[in-house]
């Protein structure tokens, strides 16, 4: 039995295979490709990496039919990197009131401005004073150490007051956004992912889940540019997409990886030059623009 991580990418398709972390218990689906447990000859042994299911490396057998049959014993604690590690502590904070009282929608606007590097600023109801040191907690551990950014946290009775300071920042307002206009931007990422935190219920258990989808982000957009480094102008989508579901187990639609690049663009400041996306093209030819 070997570790497989770089597996050449195949013709064959992806199976779901159910991983439960044997330290934290988080459960979550991840892609195996066939080809792997097919040419094993007994147990398949793969190294999930941290981040894809939870901060841990898991190391599952996978039988034939693609269930775990057991985790391997992992002898070593993996040296935390202090780097890395959000350091914050959300163990007492409660985000019912913010969930409540706070548009789901500030949060999707939010994240595309961190994806894209713009500096924010949140305006809360005077009301909800109490809740701005939980606010500031959970964002900067949602954050913290994965994408740099700037969110300042002001209730609207002050924010009157000191307008000037924030010439330069996106205002975000419940559904409102003031001092910025998205230009034709499709936000269904940033909603997916705040779709999911509004709809788990315990508080942990939601931050944590978004904190890891955004990390998840960042190692991504690291890997692509990785590939890219090695592979120069004129990548194929197909490379990309392979690479990634084979050594992060995650499928990526072809929306994800727009996304993806897009946040490279704006927020690694790297323009990936991809390969003409033929089939694409010709649709388009055949369509007119409207595709
Ligand atoms: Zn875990």
């Not at 570790?3 to 330290?23: F, S, W």
């Not at 792997?36 to 190294?47: F, P, Y």
């Not at 102008?233 to 993806?260: A, C, D, M, P, Q």
Request: proline share 2%.
């Amino acid at each position: 039995m070997s570790i497989k991580t770089d597996i050449k990418p195949g013709i064959m398709g992806y199976k779901d295979v159910k991983i439960v972390c044997p330290i934290c218990k988080t459960i979550e689906t991840i892609q195996i490709p066939e080809i792997v447990v097919k040419e094993s000859s007994s147990l398949t042994t793969i190294q999930v990496p941290r981040y894809r299911v939870c901060e841990h490396v898991i190391i599952p057998f996978i039988d034939k039919n693609f269930n775990v049959r057991g985790y391997q014993k992992v002898d070593y604690v993996i040296i935390s990197d202090k780097h890395n590690e959000p350091r914050i502590s959300i163990d007492n904070i409660s985000l019912f009131s913010i969930k409540i009282n706070i548009d789901y929608l500030l949060f999707v606007h939010l994240l595309y401005a961190i994806f894209h590097r713009y500096r924010v600023l949140i305006l809360i109801d005077d009301k909800l004073y109490h809740k701005k040191q939980d606010l500031n907690i959970f964002l900067n551990y949602i954050f913290n150490n994965i994408f740099e950014s700037e969110i300042s946290i002001e209730l609207k009775g002050v924010f009157k007051k000191k307008k000037d300071d924030y010439k330069e920042f996106i205002i975000l307002d419940g559904k409102k956004v003031r001092n910025f206009k998205f230009a034709n931007y499709d936000f269904s990422f940033e909603e997916s992912l705040i779709k999911e935190f509004y709809s788990e219920l315990e508080d942990k258990k939601s931050i944590i889940n978004l904190g890891n989808r955004i990390r998840e982000v960042n190692i991504l957009c690291q890997k692509i540019l990785k590939i890219y480094q090695q592979e120069g102008e004129g990548l194929r989508r197909s490379i990309i997409i392979n690479h990634i579901e084979n050594t992060h187990f995650v499928r990526i639609s072809k929306n994800y990886l727009n996304f993806l690049i897009e946040v490279i663009k704006e927020y690694f400041n790297v323009e990936i030059v991809l390969a003409k996306d033929l089939l694409g093209d010709k649709l388009c030819e055949m369509w007119g623009n409207h595709l």
